[in-house]
């Protein structure tokens, strides 16, 4: 199975801060990366998709970009409403497998 | 509208079995893979299986391979999870997850739930 992992598990930020998190793959899965957010109480939401496409709907302040073992979401200035926790997911492969997950919280 | 409402949780004793359903509706069910994830209280998300538009291919993750079985009815626009042998560790959200039309399999669209809870 391909493990994910995903840093930093928790960040602090102020609105406005550019926000970076990272995810590694055990090994190579192309472009098969995806980038979830999560608010308490809701379900998941699509942010990108293989890796850097970002799914309709998204403000433009998210990206992402990787390719092979090493990925990266980009918040460029942080909003009110993206304080929430996001995870990666490869999908390379079954069984598809998850980062544990970078919650950003107010600083 | 795409909607997908998930439905069958519940408290069950260890050992015990659960169906779980999800209704789909707002998309032409029949074309699209599916997929059930799940979130343990607290915890992360975790993929539990998959299914091909047409149920010919399936998936499953080690930790439910033996005791879960996912099926869908076209006809119904439903999917379904039947859970046997459940365990303590088996307590969780579990989402109903649509795949994109694209041919691609990852999760695009989820419902919002259903809590089963595995205790004594």
């Known amino acids: 199975d391909i493990q994910m992992t995903q840093s930093p598990s928790s960040l602090s930020a102020s609105v406005g801060d550019r926000v970076t998190i990272t995810c590694q793959a055990s090994?190579?899965?192309?472009?098969?990366l995806n980038w979830y957010q999560q608010k308490p109480g809701k379900a998941p939401k699509l942010l990108i998709y293989?890796?850097?496409n970002l799914e309709t709907g998204v403000p433009s302040r998210f990206s992402g970009s990787g390719s092979g073992t090493e990925f990266t979401l980009t918040i460029s200035s942080l909003q009110p409403e993206d304080f929430a926790t996001y995870y990666c997911?490869?999908?390379?492969?079954?069984?598809?497998?998850f980062g544990q997950g970078t919650k950003v919280e107010i600083k | 509208e795409v909607q997908l409402v998930e439905s069958g949780g519940g408290l069950v004793k260890p050992g015990g079995s659960l169906r779980l359903s999800c209704a789909a509706s707002?998309?032409?069910?029949?074309?699209?893979?599916m997929n059930w994830v799940r979130q343990a209280p607290g915890k992360g998300l975790e993929w539990v299986s998959s299914?091909?538009?047409?149920?010919?291919?399936?998936y499953y993750a080690d930790s439910v391979k033996g005791r879960f079985t996912i099926s869908r009815d076209n006809a119904k626009n439903s999917l379904y999870l039947q859970m046997n042998s459940l365990r303590a560790e088996d307590t969780a959200v579990y989402y109903c997850?649509?795949?994109?039309?694209?041919?691609?399999?990852?999760?695009?669209?989820w419902g919002q739930g259903t809590l089963v809870t595995v205790s004594s």
């Open positions: 997911l490869q999908h390379n492969s079954y069984p598809q497998t």
């Open positions: 997850a649509r795949d994109p039309a694209s041919g691609s399999y990852y999760p695009d669209y």
């Open positions: 090994q190579d899965i192309s472009n098969y």
């Open positions: 707002g998309f032409t069910f029949s074309s699209y893979s």
């Open positions: 293989d890796a850097s």
């Open positions: 299914i091909s538009s047409s149920s010919s291919y399936i």
